[in-house]
């Protein structure tokens, strides 16, 4: 099956600090997706985004298909900002990357 | 919408109870999955349903495990003869259809003792 790489495993931000999460895939997808998910387990719906690039508030994401890989910004980052993110591809169903994990200080 | 609705949010069981789970999926969606997540790791595709028809069983959902969606509406996990190695964070999600967006519920966090 399609194999879903994220990194880095682990970021530590000071407040206010860019970061670009990656997600490799090794194969085409119909659908990517990235998650936040918060301290309490729920998961976030960021973006659902197969193809091209969307913004929502200071987080942006690219997805370039055919060099199978995705990308999301999270421009001046809050301590909300920390947790777990995935991506997840959807072949018929959602198949979730590692995760990065991270962490944002004041 | 209230969006996807788990319950319980959080259950303690005994090594060797069963235990029944239950997701309400938003209301239009047609598709319906379970997923488990252990610490540390990303959540794992157990099952999905289209309607009331169980499509894909992973490997993981051994035969202590059986999921069902009757009406096609909400969907139930049971856990039969509990092990600590189930002790996890179950998810449901849904979307309307294959390849669209996916939500998530709010999962139930089991432990097993």
């Known amino acids: 099956g399609i194999q879903v790489e994220q990194s880095p495993p682990d970021l530590i931000l000071q407040e206010g600090a860019n970061s670009t999460l990656r997600c490799n895939f090794s194969?085409?997808?119909?659908?990517l997706q990235w998650f936040h998910q918060n301290p309490w387990g729920q998961l976030i719906n960021l973006f659902y985004?197969?193809?091209g690039t969307k913004q929502n508030g200071r987080l942006s994401a690219t997805t370039v298909a055919t060099e199978r890989y995705s990308l999301l910004y999270i421009s001046s980052s809050q301590t909300t900002d920390s947790g777990v993110y995935f991506c997840a591809h959807d072949t018929d169903k959602l198949i979730f990357g590692t995760g990065t994990r991270l962490q944002v200080f004041p | 919408d209230t969006g996807v609705s788990q319950d319980p949010r959080h259950k303690i069981t005994k090594r060797g109870q069963n235990v029944t789970f239950r997701c309400d999926p938003i209301?239009?969606?047609?598709?319906l999955y379970w997923y488990r997540q252990t610490l540390g790791q990303g959540p794992e595709f157990l099952t999905y349903f289209q309607n009331e028809a169980q499509l894909e069983k992973s490997r993981l959902l051994s035969d202590r495990f059986s999921a069902e969606r009757p009406k096609g509406s909400f969907s139930t996990l049971e856990i039969q003869r509990t092990e600590q190695g189930d002790s996890a964070m179950y998810l449901c999600?849904?979307?309307?259809?294959?390849?669209?967006?996916?939500?998530f519920g709010q999962g139930t966090r089991l432990t097993v003792v």
């Open positions: 194969d085409s997808v119909n659908n």
């Open positions: 999600a849904s979307s309307l259809v294959e390849n669209t967006e996916a939500f």
């Open positions: 209301s239009e969606h047609n598709r």
């Open positions: 985004i197969p193809s």
